[in-house]
């Protein structure tokens, strides 16, 4: 019975290694994947866009993405101290003081124009603002 049952547990961990690592060979070998990139470059496939704040405004006021492409914000802070904030999607970095940066994701998997902004003060106000269009 105790045989029986290490055997089974042993036959499924097993099975569950193989289904693993099958899954794993698969996305491997993604073709637009570079032979000589790894696993790490995989999980950040798609686009990382850099945005730059300074008091009081962004490098940029518009961003275009394709619906359900992987968008990562790579959000740079030179002056003060500032956020980005995606207005209805869930996705904010903190407030961040000068010479920081921080990468958040942001989701695109429902198209539409979204509004950005810092959430510091009135900076929004003073023109930290810009929109995120998914299409
Ligand atoms: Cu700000």
Redesign the pocket.
């Given at each position: 019975m105790k045989k029986t049952l290490l055997f089974v547990a042993v036959a499924g961990l097993a099975l569950g290694g193989y289904l693993l690592f099958s899954q794993t060979q698969r996305k491997s070998s993604s073709p637009a994947t570079p032979p000589t990139r790894m696993s790490v470059q995989t999980s950040t496939q798609g686009k990382v866009i850099t945005v730059s704040?300074v008091n009081?405004s962004y490098d940029k006021q518009e961003i275009r993405i394709k619906k359900g492409e992987k968008l990562t914000i790579h959000f740079v802070n030179t002056e003060?101290?500032?956020?980005i904030v995606f207005e209805g999607l869930n996705a904010q970095t903190d407030v961040i003081g000068e010479g920081q940066t921080q990468d958040i994701d942001v989701p695109t998997d429902t198209a539409g124009t979204f509004a950005y902004f810092?959430s510091?003060g009135n900076?929004r106000k003073m023109g930290?603002e810009g929109k995120l269009i998914v299409e």
């Open positions: 704040a009081f003060g101290k500032h956020n810092c510091v900076h930290m």
